[in-house]
């Protein structure tokens, strides 16, 4: 089964901006490519939500609390999907998960801290 593992959370400043990566590994480049791929975010005491999904097609979703500050891309070349982060906010703090949505697997999570 495919393994995912995000990275660049951290700490950002209100109103900075950041990149987090979530790469694939055991997996081949031709089988990510059909990949239907996403990020999600777990605030303290919140619900798992879906922050943005990009389909094998390109086609991305991204959730109304982030339009216009977020955006997803997919490079199946290095097997490793985006999520540009701008403009972030305090609420914007969370855990970070990317997801194979087909299969269903989970990365382990990246934080991001805000501060105000």
């Known amino acids: 089964q495919v393994q995912l593992e995000e990275s660049g959370g951290g700490l950002v400043q209100a109103g900075g901006s950041l990149r987090l990566s979530c790469k694939a590994s055991?997996?081949?480049?031709?089988?990510?490519?059909?990949?239907?791929m996403a990020w999600y975010r777990q605030a303290p005491g919140k619900e798992r939500e879906l922050v943005a999904s990009?389909?094998?097609?390109?086609?991305?979703n991204i959730a109304d609390a982030v339009e216009g500050r977020f955006t997803i891309s997919k490079d199946n070349s290095r097997k490793t999907v985006y999520l540009r982060m701008n403009s972030v906010q305090p609420e914007d703090a969370a855990v970070y998960y990317c997801?194979?949505?087909?299969?269903?697997?989970w990365g382990q999570g990246t934080q991001v801290i805000v501060s105000s």
């Open positions: 997801r194979e949505e087909r299969s269903g697997s």
């Open positions: 055991r997996t081949i480049t031709s089988v990510f490519w059909g990949f239907d």
């Open positions: 990009i389909n094998n097609n390109g086609q991305t």
